[in-house]
Nanobody, 121 residues
Framework: QVQLVESGGGLVQPGGSLRLSCAAS????????MGWYRQAPGKQRELVAA???????NYADSVKGRFTISRNNAKNTVTLQMNSLKPEDTAVYYC???????????????WGQGTQVTVSS
C-alpha cells in the first residue's frame, strides 16, 4: 500500500560525506514524521534523525553538527546529509515514515529496506 525506497548508501573514507534519500509512494493521504534509523552489527536499531511535517528536527547526540535531515512534503521525500563521517557511523540505515494511508483510520509506521553505509579507510 505504501512503499519507502532508499538510495545513496555506500563506502566512504573517514571524514567524507554521503547523502541518503528516501521516497515514499503509494496510497498516501498524509505523512506525519519522517526519519532515519540505523543498526550496526550486534546493536539495536537507533534513531539518527527525525523531522516533523512542519520541519522540526531531532538528532541523536552522536550525529549533531554532522548530519542534516530535510524533507520535501510535496514529493514525499526525506534526505539525510551526512558529513564528517566516522567509522562508528557504519551501519544499515533505514528510512521511516508515519503515514496515514488512503482508506485507513490511523497512522502506521512504514520502513524502507535499508541501505548500507560503511565508513572505512
Amino acid at each position: 500500500q505504501v512503499q519507502l525506497v532508499e538510495s545513496g548508501g555506500g563506502l566512504v573514507q573517514p571524514g567524507g560525506s554521503l547523502r541518503l534519500s528516501c521516497a515514499a509512494s503509494g496510497r498516501i493521504f498524509t505523512i506525519n514524521a519522517m526519519g532515519w534509523y540505523r543498526q550496526a552489527p550486534g546493536k539495536q536499531r537507533e534513531l539518527v534523525a527525525a523531522i516533523s511535517s512542519g520541519g522540526s528536527t531531532n538528532y541523536a547526540d552522536s550525529v549533531k553538527g554532522r548530519f542534516t535531515i530535510s524533507r520535501n512534503n510535496a514529493k514525499n521525500t526525506v534526505t539525510l546529509q551526512m558529513n564528517s563521517l566516522k567509522p562508528e557511523d557504519t551501519a544499515v540505515y533505514y528510512c521511516n515514515a508515519d503515514v496515514w494511508a488512503v482508506g485507513t483510520s490511523t497512522l502506521y509506521a512504514y520502513w524502507g529496506q535499508g541501505t548500507q553505509v560503511t565508513v572505512s579507510s
